[in-house]
């Protein structure tokens, strides 16, 4: 599935002035990196597909980033999360407006929405709970609440992986997530 109809890139379309003075007109508002008109729906694709310029097919988008796409937090990071998605090396990106994890993801733990790929709400919780800063514990808190059932889900198939920097960090976090979370279970018993 390509890029959406209702999302304008700086360049694609329009220029970055012409997507200037609409946005000034209120004809359209920002979506991560790009623009959609004012009266739209701002949906995972959308926002995935305002990311295409920066994950340019090579690499995923991840962590908070994936959390935003995914609709598990309103607002998208400063700077955004990217991993490689391909088996090959990639060369440096130098862009101040990413992190770049060079290490692949593996097949099924990306997915492809507008156009852009993005690990799956599995993998996002699971990487959210494995930083260990207030910003990532907020974001994965916030997913689990808009996600029902996604911490215990996220738990069990962390569970079944082998070793993983933080792993344990997170499978208490998912843990205590899980039990929090209206209508949830223990997932450690």
Known sequence: ??????????G???????????????????V???????????????????LSGILLDLYAATHLSAAWIHGGIDEPPSRHSVQRAVPR??????DRRIIVRDTPLAAGDVESIGGALVTTPTR?????????????RAAAEEFVRRAPGLAARTHARLSGQGKLPHKRRALALLA??????????DVTR
């Open 32 to 50: 991560g990196d790009g623009y959609m008109p004012a009266d739209a729906v701002e949906t995972a694709a959308l926002r995935a597909g305002s």
């Open 12 to 30: 694609d379309r329009l220029s970055t002035a012409e997507l200037s003075a609409a946005r000034l007109d209120g004809d359209v508002v920002e």
């Open 124 to 136: 996002t919780l699971a990487d959210l709970c494995r930083v260990d800063d207030i910003a990532h």
């Open 176 to 185: 205590d997530l899980a039990t929090r979370a209206p209508g949830q279970e």
């Open 1 to 10: 599935m390509g890029a959406s109809r209702f999302l304008y890139l700086p």
């Open 89 to 94: 090396r990639v060369t440096a990106v130098h």
